[in-house]
């Protein structure tokens, strides 16, 4: 194939249109994109970061805001998602990377109940338990006419070789992932995604059982 040259100028950061043509003229994609929401905005702490897109398989996702999200790195994402070990090395020195006791997967280094793996799941701080709002939040709510346990938590903006799964179980042993939304998911100002599921089983108040909700992270 031919490759036309590398575009040498700067995208301008507060959007503009985008219009990718292909052999014959064909057009590869025609899209606007802005930093004000439903688009990703890069202030604050992300800062230096960019976007990148979340689901590419349709021309028309990529003019969705919604359908973008920040990098998991400053300056962008050009080696895919941010892995465990990556982000180990930018948060641990040698001596600490050498000590499991500190910097394994298992570790809590802060003591606030998350493991290294929660914190890079999370996006919580690995040094500090002031977590605020990110740490999973389990409750009893009343929806519709029905009560249900609920889990709701947060997943860092960036791409993160991670999945986060909702469970729940009736035993402590076999637990599943029926679970549902209760709401639609919403991206914070600083690019983090807080999502709420419930319980597909209702709680009786007049005929306590025993239901229980997790969050399952896994690499």
Known sequence: SLIAGQYGGRLNNGGERLRLIGA???????????????????????????IVIIDPTTAASHGNGA??????????????????????????SA??????????????LDGDGLSTFAEFALGTPVRSAANGASAPVGALELIGAEWYLTLQYTR????????????V????????ANT?????????????????????VPLDP???QDRFIRLHMAE
């Not at 359908?67 to 641990?92: E, I, K, M, Y």
């Not at 860092?156 to 469970?167: F, K, L």
């Open 24 to 50: 014959g003229g064909a057009v590869i994609h025609d899209f606007s994109y802005s930093n004000a929401a439903p688009w990703p905005v890069l202030g604050g702490a992300l800062n230096g970061f960019s």
């Open 67 to 92: 359908n973008w999200q920040a990098s998991s790195t400053v300056g962008g994402s050009p080696g895919g998602a941010l892995t465990f070990d990556s982000w180990r090395s930018s948060q641990f």
């Open 95 to 108: 001596a600490e990377l050498a000590d499991p006791t500190i910097s394994g997967p298992n570790a809590d």
């Open 156 to 167: 860092p903006a960036g791409t993160r070789a991670v999945t986060c799964t909702p469970q």
């Open 169 to 176: 179980c009736g035993d402590l042993a076999t637990w599943t």
């Open 180 to 200: 549902v939304p209760v709401a639609p998911a919403v991206t914070n100002p600083d690019g983090s995604i807080t999502e709420k599921h419930r319980d597909t």
């Open 206 to 208: 007049q005929n306590p």
